[in-house]
Every structure is written in structure tokens, then in C-alpha cells.
């Protein structure tokens, strides 16, 4: 069975034999599961370069079209030839912010593409086992490194020009496009916008986990409450903690923020009136519950579709998404 055919003209060769292997598929005469003749078949037959064959696959292979297993050769993976960009996204969690910033990505992009998402739950073995298993499957790499402090050492070992860094600049990847948030400056503002509200509290009170969150927020609210006078504390836990009159609490997770909530009805207390509260990140949710939480938050609908542009304009940017304080009823 006749699978690549080539003839004179003025397009490259690598892009005939992808051309003939796509046409085979929507034609029928290869189906999923099935093999393709081998690098050197192709490359004796048609007098050519095993680069050129090679460059050929591995189109084919990094859009998900056929994948290869060594020592047998290449085999159809998919039938579905219109998908022009196969995107590996790598989350840290998911969370409803995550999942605004992922759908306005998906929208973003437009037909033909496909985004496999997967999460490393901040477990250093899982992001590079992840990365690893997946490098040299697809066209472009989405990479949320977090405070990972080794993740440059599997990130590397991914094609440079095709990683994109999202959510935090990481110190051993700043080569690397990213689209980042400025957690120092974001929480620094934030809490300036809310000084006046902040002014009627005795204490402001910093929930912070060194594993999970940006270090640049803890460095912002230090710096807030240091320049602008503000008596401070910094926790790691709500277990042995109490919120008490005159207490305005920054909280960066949702799990967190229903649980000071509950502290807060339990300790006989008004939110707002007795104890201020500050969320990280907005959500809908957030707009309606207790009438509504201040939040400080990035844009993660823009973030999902200067994301979505980088990679369809192949652009390698560095870009700081935007963030603002929203006042509600919390403060």
C-alpha cells in the first residue's frame, strides 16, 4: 500500500510526506493502531535525508497524529489530522481560579488545537515524572513551576523553544517566556487601595504556607506593614488560632477562607465590623458569600488568552498580568 507519495514542486519534502500521511488517514488507508513504513523505507525509496523524514514525524508526532515505540517503529496515534497544536499544560492544582484561567485558554485558542492538562500537586517527583514521560509528545509545553526548587532541571530537557512559563517567574528559568504575577507588587498595592478600610483595625494577620505560595506575597505584606506602620502577625495555620477584634486576616486559599468564616460566626464576631478579611484571588463565588469578600486578584481571564496568543503568534514575551483590589463587604 502506497502511503507517501512525493512530486516536484515548490514545497518542502517533510511537509509532502506529513501531507501523504494525513491524506492516508482521511482516505482510510491507515487507520488508529496502524503502522507507518519506517524512517529508512521512507528516506531509500524516495532519495532523501533521514532528517527530512525524521522532521516529517515529528510533526505528526508532537500534534499527536502517530507515536512512536522503540525498536518497532512509528504507528497512528489519532485519525483526527486537523489538530495543528497538541499543548501540554502543567498545573500545580486545580482550583475555580485555575479553571477560568484554563477555559479562557481553551476559548482563546480557537478550533484544531488540543490541551492535555495535567496537575503536580507541588510534589517535586510528580513534575518531573510528568514532564519527562510526556517530552517530544507535543508542540508546545505550559509549565507552572511553582516554588519547585529543582524544576528546571526536567524543564530543560523539554525543546527551549517550545516552554512557556506560566503564573511565577522561576530564578533557573527566566530565559523561558513567561506570563507571571507580581505577587510583591500585587499585594503591596492591593493593601495600599485598602489603607483607609485597613485604618479602623489594630492588626493585620498573613495566612502563609512557604511550600505552596509565592514567597514575593510574604515579601509585599512585609513591606506594606513595615512602611506604612501597620502591627502585624504571620501564621501558618488556623488550627491554634483565633480571630479576635480589631483583626483583619489576608487569606490566599478558598479551603482557608470558608474555615475563618466559621471562626469568625463561632467567636460571636461581625465580619467587617469586628474582624476585616482579605481573599487572594477572586472567584463568583466570592462575590456572594457573606455578602461578598475583598479580594486582591490578578486578571486570570487575561492571563488565559495572552497565554493562547504566545503560542498561536509564537511569541516568547515576558508579560506581568495585571491585578487590582476589589472591595466588598468584608472590610
Do not use: W
Not at 479553571?99 to 517535586?124: A, P, R, T
Not at 492588626?203 to 506593614?225: A, D, M, Y
Amino acid at each position: 500500500m502506497k502511503i507517501v507519495s512525493l512530486k516536484k514542486s515548490g514545497i518542502p519534502k517533510y511537509k509532502q510526506i506529513v501531507t501523504s500521511i494525513e491524506r492516508a488517514i482521511i482516505t482510510g488507508k491507515l487507520k488508529k493502531g496502524d503502522q507507518l513504513p519506517s524512517l529508512n523505507v521512507v528516506k531509500n525509496k524516495h532519495k532523501l535525508s533521514r532528517d527530512t523524514v525524521l522532521n516529517a514525524f515529528n510533526e505528526l508526532k508532537t500534534r499527536g497524529i502517530i507515536h512512536s515505540v522503540v525498536g518497532k517503529g512509528y504507528f497512528v496515534s489519532s485519525e483526527d489530522v486537523l489538530v495543528k497544536k497538541k499543548i501540554f499544560l502543567l498545573f500545580d492544582e486545580l482550583n475555580s481560579f485555575k479553571e477560568d484561567l484554563y477555559n479562557s485558554f481553551l476559548d482563546s485558542l480557537g478550533n484544531n488545537c488540543q490541551v492535555d492538562i495535567f496537575f503536580h500537586h507541588f510534589n517535586e517527583d510528580v513534575f518531573h515524572k510528568l514532564i519527562n514521560d510526556n517530552n517530544g509528545n507535543y508542540s508546545s509545553y505550559v509549565i507552572m513551576p511553582a516554588n519547585l526548587k529543582n524544576a528546571h532541571a526536567s524543564v530543560e530537557n523539554l525543546p527551549k523553544e517550545n516552554v512557556y512559563i506560566l503564573d511565577q517567574k522561576h530564578p533557573k528559568l527566566l530565559a523561558y517566556p513567561v506570563i507571571y504575577q507580581n505577587f510583591e507588587k500585587d499585594i503591596y498595592n492591593g493593601l495600599l487601595s485598602a489603607s483607609t478600610k485597613l485604618e479602623k483595625y489594630k492588626k493585620l494577620v498573613l495566612l502563609f504556607s512557604k511550600e505552596r505560595q509565592p514567597q514575593g506575597i510574604l515579601s509585599g505584606f512585609q513591606l506594606f506593614c513595615k512602611t506604612n506602620n501597620f502591627t502585624s502577625e504571620i501564621i501558618s495555620s488556623l488550627d491554634n488560632s483565633s480571630p479576635k477584634k480589631g483583626e483583619v486576616y489576608l487569606i490566599l486559599d478558598d479551603k482557608n477562607l470558608i474555615r475563618i468564616i466559621k471562626k469568625v460566626k463561632e467567636s460571636n464576631l461581625q465580619l467587617a465590623k469586628d474582624v476585616g478579611l482579605i481573599s487572594f484571588n477572586d472567584t463568583i463565588l466570592k462575590e456572594v458569600v457573606s455578602d461578598g469578600i475583598t479580594t486582591i486578584s490578578t486578571d486570570f481571564n487575561l492571563m488565559g488568552k495572552s497565554l493562547a496568543q504566545m503560542i498561536l503568534n509564537n511569541e516568547h514575551a515576558k508579560i506581568e498580568n495585571p491585578s487590582a483590589l476589589i472591595l466588598r463587604k468584608s472590610l
